[in-house]
């Protein structure tokens, strides 16, 4: 029989006086309890109760170890109790990881909403443009750009990666502002060293040209690629949520605002887990409200 089920039963009789008392108090026939504590005894090798037909009383063993049951089981409920607390409470370490330049520029600027409903859960953030392994790496939740990832992970749709052509008020002055993407051949270009030799591709309507500007500068950095057009030394292709302050501050114009370029899916992945915490499930609901697509699938965390 399981153990302490069995403890249980001999601490509720030597508590309630006998065993048909006890037997009320936990829902069960006499006939159980009796056999609880007569698993107890043969487990033990020795008797707990001097039982009569009129009273019972503990042998010395079972006064020691009535003791010494009730403080297990006591020690048992707090534990319980703390995990029933955890469970509920949105409190801990949560682990995330997102690219650098989502991460950076949207990311954390949208914090502070969460810290405000979330406050005793300390963020553990990890920005790289690297697809880290979750679990080898002991991440909860990440960020994810491109192309759908391993079937074994939730992957909630969020808003799409979308990508703007900018140049600065300065170098459009200087060497004129193109009406039409097919007259950026003649321009200057600063390109990204990962995607430096990749097409602009744009679309309006059912219209679509391809574009492949000679880049003049190169660089490894996103942001050092921003500066760059911020100082007038050429066309960017970048990430929108990147540009987007520059453009309304004016430091940046935006190009050929009917056209649109390529963007690419972007996804909030972790593993699915019926036991997941509440600090996990709601970063993933402040997620989903901050960066969600409306055309995704109904929230999980809400089954």
């Not at 990204?192 to 990749?198: C, E, K, V």
């Not at 050429?234 to 309304?248: C, H, M, S, T």
């Not at 887990?273 to 109904?298: C, K, N, Q």
Request: overall charge neutral; glycine content about 8%.
């Amino acid at each position: 029989m399981d153990l302490f089920r069995s403890m249980h039963a001999f601490v509720a009789t030597v508590q309630a006086g006998s065993m048909s008392a006890a037997a009320t108090n936990l829902g069960q026939s006499p006939a159980m309890v009796g056999q609880h504590i007569a698993a107890l005894e043969e487990r033990l090798g020795t008797r707990l109760l001097n039982r009569t037909t009129r009273r019972q009383s503990l042998t010395d063993f079972g006064a020691s170890y009535f003791e010494q049951c009730r403080d297990i089981l006591d020690r048992i409920a707090l534990a319980e109790e703390a995990a029933e607390v955890q469970r509920t409470t949105v409190r801990g370490r949560l682990r995330i990881t997102a690219p650098t330049t989502f991460g950076a520029e949207a990311l954390m600027p949208t914090l502070a909403g969460y810290r405000a409903a979330a406050a005793e859960v300390e963020l553990d953030i990890a920005l790289t443009d690297r697809n880290v392994d979750l679990v080898e790496e002991g991440f909860d939740v990440a960020f994810r750009i491109g192309a759908m990832p391993d079937s074994s992970m939730i992957a909630r749709p969020l808003m799409p990666y979308r990508m703007a052509i900018c140049a600065a008020p300065a170098y459009l002055a200087r060497r004129g502002t193109p009406s039409h993407p097919g007259e950026l051949g003649g321009h200057e270009a600063i390109a990204f060293t990962p995607s430096a030799r990749s097409p602009w591709r744009f679309t309006r309507g059912e219209e679509n040209i391809e574009v492949s500007p000679v880049p003049m500068i190169t660089v490894n950095n996103g942001q050092a690629v921003r500066a760059a057009a911020c100082a007038g030394l050429g066309i960017i292709v970048q990430p929108e949520i990147l540009l987007k302050r520059d453009i309304d501050e004016g430091r940046l114009t935006r190009l050929f605002p009917q056209w649109r370029l390529g963007e690419r899916p972007m996804w909030l992945l972790y593993y699915r887990d019926r036991r997941m915490t509440p600090r996990l499930r709601s970063f993933i609901s402040f997620a989903v409200a901050a960066f969600g697509s409306s055309a995704g699938p109904e929230d999980p965390t809400k089954i």
